[in-house]
């Protein structure tokens, strides 16, 4: 099994600044990427980055640009640098690990969240 621990949440006003961390523990070994998607109340939860081992990053449009995922395998461990945060970035924040053995799926483990809040 995977555990994984968000923190890095906050309450910070439009334009500013916050970063993200996730760090798993368990079977690390099988874990092929890591994602953030996010959970605004009364939306669906919505895929914001992820990045693979190889260190390949994907973002979805309205945070190109602000949003940076960063890895440290070693550490298994991956963040989330945000910049210049608008109140729409306002949600509950969550990790998820895809854990897969030679290409194939073993499951998906979600953290807790971490609440991300954006407002004058």
């Known amino acids: 099994q995977v555990q994984l621990v968000e923190s890095g949440g906050g309450s910070v006003q439009p334009g500013g600044s916050l970063r993200l961390s996730c760090v798993a523990s368990g079977l690390t070994v099988w874990i092929h990427d890591m994602s953030w998607y996010r959970q605004a109340p009364g939306k669906e939860r919505e895929f914001v980055s992820g990045?693979?081992?190889?260190?390949?990053?994907t973002y979805t449009d309205s945070v190109k640009g602000r949003f940076t995922i960063s890895e440290d395998n070693s550490k298994n461990t991956v963040s989330l640098q945000m910049d210049s945060l608008k109140p729409e970035d306002t949600a509950m924040y969550y990790c998820?690990?895809?854990?897969?053995?030679?290409?194939?799926?073993?499951?998906?483990?979600w953290g807790q969240g971490t609440q991300v809040t954006v407002s004058s």
């Open positions: 990045i693979d081992r190889s260190g390949t990053a």
């Open positions: 998820k690990a895809d854990l897969r053995l030679s290409g194939t799926s073993v499951g998906d483990f």
